[in-house]
């Protein structure tokens, strides 16, 4: 099992920043990928960042060169530093960590964390 706790968040003004961390407890030596999601209000939720344990990166189209995932040493720690924010990114945002089993991905997530943007 895996907890994660995500901390940080917040309102920001538009082209503001803010960074949203993220710790996992638990089994961590099994999770392979962590990463950010984000759900807007009537949106599904969709992929904003992971991150490997190669420390290999992926971001979507929509915050590439504004977002940045990063793992801290202890590598059970997730942090998205975000940049010249857009009201467009206000969303509650949840951290992941994804774990390869012999049938499929299995998900943890976090609680999630809200951020809002004003314009």
């Known amino acids: 099992q895996v907890q994660l706790v995500e901390s940080g968040g917040g309102l920001v003004q538009a082209g503001g920043s803010l960074r949203v961390s993220c710790a996992a407890s638990g089994s961590t030596h099994i999770i392979n990928v962590m990463g950010w999601y984000r759900q807007a209000p009537g949106k599904q939720r969709e992929l904003v960042a992971t991150?490997?344990?190669?420390?290999?990166?992926n971001y979507a189209e929509s915050v590439k060169g504004r977002f940045t995932i990063s793992r801290g040493n202890a590598k059970n720690t997730v942090s998205l530093q975000m940049n010249s924010l857009e009201p467009v990114d206000t969303a509650v945002y949840y951290c992941?960590?994804?774990?390869?089993?012999?049938?499929?991905?299995?998900?943890?997530w976090g609680p999630g964390t809200q951020v809002t943007v004003s314009s």
């Open positions: 991150i490997n344990s190669g420390d290999s990166t």
């Open positions: 992941n960590a994804a774990v390869w089993t012999p049938i499929s991905w299995y998900n943890y």
